[in-house]
């Protein structure tokens, strides 16, 4: 049987998939690529991780220039769903189950 508390305790774990949703991007730039990889909701990650590989030709060959990155958003729409998810794991707590010995005696 699904109880109030098991239901809510699933609402909750389920609100954590958007925020740790993973996407990989790569993009092609004016002499190299972008390589980008996300966590959160694709429109407002929270965490976006970057790798930028570029190249130029030289006197004496090629050059080549690489770059990484971690950018952690703090005001982005997927902290929403942490933050409903925590609440909500938090309430699945709270709520008491009725014992099945009381529920047996009060009959």
């Known amino acids: 049987m699904l109880t109030i508390r098991r239901l809510v305790l699933c609402l909750g774990l389920l609100c954590f998939i958007p925020f740790f949703l993973p996407a990989r991007e790569q993009n092609a730039i004016p002499n190299g690529a972008e390589d980008r990889f996300t966590l959160g909701l694709p429109e407002s990650p929270w965490l976006i991780v970057y790798s930028t590989k570029t190249e130029a030709k030289a006197n004496d ?14 005001l982005a729409w997927s902290w929403l769903f942490a933050i409903a998810g925590f ?9 008491r189950t009725p014992n099945r010995s009381n529920m047996e005696t009060e009959k």
């Open 61 to 74: 060959g090629m050059s080549y220039s690489f770059s990484n990155g971690t950018k952690i958003e703090f």
């Open 87 to 95: 609440l909500l794991i938090k309430l699945s707590r709270c709520i």
